[in-house]
């Protein structure tokens, strides 16, 4: 079983639309998540963190069951400019954070 | 601007040759990470790095050295050992107190022909 693992996409969605990614870790002891925002052969940006029970940055949402061993994103009022691939981040302590594969989403007209 | 740069961006080689990777930030991080990215595959941590003068393994180091002579600079070499090196290699850095928000470079994109 792979430490990190994300829905298996791709997503294809309308505009406006409100989608969500799923990641599960199985390290119990993994100490703070994040999803990052991939763009096509680019590098990786922090999209958010997750540190608590979760937490809202404008359309995107985040979300920590630590007894599920899983987090989620959701945007809303998808737009075309959030067509990327997203990738869910788990540090299991100090300085080693697993990535998981990544979920592409496509916003489509 | 502070950031991560890597060179070269774009990188072609012969098998059987050792390349080296280039990697400066000027963010005065104290840590920082070399990854590698395959197709439709997440990042592999490669080395990482706390201090100057020191660094530690991660999940795929075998075929690569790194060395931190400099807080800004953490230069990777993929040696000739390593059996399948054609990937995607991104440099990041952390301040540390955070270990899990990372900072990326725009990554050098290696081709072993």
């Known amino acids: 079983r792979k430490e990190v693992e994300q829905d298996p996409g791709p997503f294809n969605v309308p505009e406006g639309a409100t989608v969500a990614f799923n990641c599960t870790y199985s390290n119990s002891a993994s100490q703070s998540f994040f999803w990052y925002r991939q763009d096509c052969r680019k590098e990786p940006k922090l999209l958010m963190s997750?540190?608590?029970s979760g937490n809202e940055d404008g359309r995107f949402t985040a979300q920590l069951n630590r007894a599920s061993q899983y987090i989620s994103l959701l945007i809303r009022d998808s737009k075309l400019s959030d067509s990327a691939t997203y990738l869910c981040a788990v540090n299991t302590g100090g300085f080693k954070t697993i990535f998981g594969a990544g979920t592409r989403l496509f916003v489509k007209a | 601007d502070g950031g991560i740069t890597q060179s070269p961006k774009y990188l072609f080689r012969k098998e059987g040759q050792n390349v080296t990777l280039s990697c400066e930030q000027n963010?005065?991080?104290?840590?920082m990470y070399w990854y590698r990215q395959d197709p439709g595959q997440g990042l592999r941590l490669i080395y990482y790095s706390q201090i100057v003068n020191d660094f530690q393994k991660g999940d795929i180091a075998e075929g690569y050295s790194v060395s931190r002579e400099k807080k800004e600079s953490f230069p990777l070499t993929v040696t000739s050992a390593q059996k399948n090196p054609t990937a995607f290699y991104l440099c990041?850095?952390?301040?540390?107190?955070?270990?899990?928000?990372?900072?990326f470079g725009e990554g050098s994109r290696l081709t072993v022909l």
């Open positions: 997750v540190y608590s």
């Open positions: 963010l005065n991080h104290d840590a």
């Open positions: 990041a850095s952390s301040t540390g107190s955070h270990g899990g928000e990372l900072f």
